[in-house]
């Protein structure tokens, strides 16, 4: 019985694989260009850090798979074979000391197993490598500020297109912003935040980044994007009525194409502190 349950087990776990593996695969290319109707899995990774964190969920996720399907199989089994039709005469065994050693080692085993690859990704993602290039986001009721430290100190506001005006653009409702955060492909870049009034969160899904905007405080966190591209976020702490009307805009381009727009911005965003919002795109 216990052999014939094992082999039925391994068989439920390769026909889970193979479903899985699929469906990632198809989620994969569907999710290339940022996020999808019906998506399941996450988004396609643009850093090394997300790589880092999908592979993590998806490890831990064949765990949660096997012993969901080993507890299954373990129910099943005794409700099929130690019912008291099947079994009228119950043994009165209370304790199993093999058992008990190895119900409390195989779990230790896992948790272990878990930790080491996730106190890793923990500290790597932890420790900032030395910065390329810094960004401030400050969080307000509801958009973002930026500023560029050290590219010249300007600084702009990024408020959420109206839904009209994502149309024409051709850009995902609720997720397009007036103005872009640009920062250049391969560079760590360190984003410093804070809130200007209560707290909120930048959070961008492909970089593994999210991170609280705290008034009175400032957080730090840093990414390296791996590739070109428009990535969108969203404000990811309840901050107010319109929390979901402030969503992050970040394009990555090329190490020419930044510094052009950084001449270009130094001039547009000159005045500092100057807000650049259109009353039209508030709605
Ligand atoms: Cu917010």
């Known amino acids: 019985m216990i052999r014939r349950l094992g082999a039925l087990t391994l068989t439920g776990l390769v026909a889970a694989m193979m479903v899985f593996g699929g469906m990632a695969d198809a989620l994969a290319q569907a999710a290339a260009q940022g996020p999808v109707p019906w998506q399941l899995g ?112 300007f600084t702009f506001d990024a408020l959420m297109l109206a839904d009209r005006v994502a149309a024409q653009q051709g850009v995902p409702r609720l997720l397009g912003t007036n103005n872009h955060v640009v920062v250049p492909i391969n560079k760590t870049v360190r984003i410093i935040t804070t809130g200007a009034d209560v707290i909120h969160a930048w959070a961008i899904p492909a970089f593994g980044v999210k991170i609280d905007a705290v008034p009175g405080k400032l957080n730090q966190t840093w990414f390296n994007a791996n590739r070109e591209g428009t990535f969108y976020g969203e404000c990811s702490e309840l901050c107010g009525a319109r929390h979901a009307f402030m969503p992050i805009t970040v394009e990555v381009v090329s190490q020419e194409r930044f510094d052009q727009w950084v001449a270009e911005a130094r001039t547009k965003f000159a005045t500092v502190g100057a807000p650049t919002r259109l009353a039209d795109e508030r709605r």
């Open 42 to 153: 996450l988004q396609e990774a643009a850093t090394d850090r997300m790589s880092r964190i999908i592979d993590l969920h998806n490890f831990v996720l064949w765990i949660i798979t096997a012993i969901c399907i080993f507890v299954l199989a373990l129910l099943v089994w005794i409700a099929v074979r130690y019912n008291a039709k099947a079994n009228p005469t119950p043994t009165a065994t209370t304790h199993n000391t093999t058992l008990e050693v190895l119900w409390t080692v195989i779990p230790v085993a896992i948790l272990v197993a878990i930790a080491i690859p996730s106190f890793r990704l923990l500290y790597y993602s932890d420790v900032i490598p030395p910065a390329d290039i810094t960004i401030k986001a400050i969080g307000k009721q509801w958009y973002w500020s930026y500023e560029y430290p050290d590219n010249g100190n």
